[in-house]
């Protein structure tokens, strides 16, 4: 699901999850961080996000940043040892060789910060995550979450990197019109279902289809 928002204000995703119960997983950005607050909400962040605080520390303070960047490729190994693996077997995992990681790296992280200049590169990175720390180990209470949102970052990265050659819709609605197009054709490829057979036969089709039934033409319903 893609959705246009005119302004990065936190009155988008709250119109957008207004109903929404579950786990939520986002970036650090503070506009989500109300969502943990929310009942039926549980809020996990995302590791990589953190991770990628310390690689732009590492100029500044070589040791610490090589550290933390350590920790955390073990976590990241276990995940990839239990890629496929079911839901409890993951979980399992992480509870014996994640959790213990995380609870050594956390500690170790409030004892250093109080050390560091405030303003210091390594200081911002190690305070993002002490700040978001329970977010961050969430993955490892429940072996359905992911360790970070990279799957959603791949998923965006058609329009990332495309978006320099077409920067502008003309309008708010072209903009929320492009949004729609991008869930259908991003159900697509979830679905894997070739984007022009499903938009040819949609098209053809859709004059004389009953609105009522509309959604048999959507992409995961298509392909059955």
Not at 41 to 64: I, L, P, T, W, Y
Not at 90 to 98: S, T
């Amino acid at each position: 699901f893609f959705d246009y928002q005119p302004t990065m204000s936190k009155e988008g995703p709250d119109m957008v999850l207004k109903d929404f119960r579950g786990n939520l997983q986002t970036d650090g950005y503070e506009t989500y961080s109300h969502f943990d607050d929310l009942e039926g909400v549980e809020q996990a962040n995302c590791m990589s996000h953190a991770r990628r605080k310390f690689f732009d520390a590492k100029d500044n303070d070589v040791g610490r940043t090589d550290y933390v960047l350590q920790q955390m490729g073990l976590l990241y190994a276990i995940e990839e040892k239990a890629r496929d693996w079911s839901a409890d077997d993951r979980l399992a995992l992480r509870q014996q060789d994640a959790v213990p990681i995380l609870d050594r790296l956390g500690a170790w992280m409030k004892t250093e910060y109080p050390k560091l200049p405030p303003r210091s590169a390594i200081a911002k990175a190690l305070a993002y995550s002490i700040t978001r720390w329970k977010k961050l180990c969430l993955y490892s209470t429940d072996g359905n979450l992911c360790i970070d949102n990279n799957p959603i970052e791949r998923s965006i990265r058609a329009i990332a990197l495309g978006r320099k050659n077409w920067m502008f819709c003309g309008s708010h609605q072209a903009a929320r019109r492009a949004a729609m197009l991008y869930s259908l054709l991003g159900t697509c490829k979830m679905h894997h279902v070739n984007p022009y057979e499903w938009l040819k036969d949609v098209i053809i089709r859709i004059p004389s289809h009953p609105i009522n039934r509309i959604d048999e033409l959507l992409p995961h319903i298509w392909c059955q």
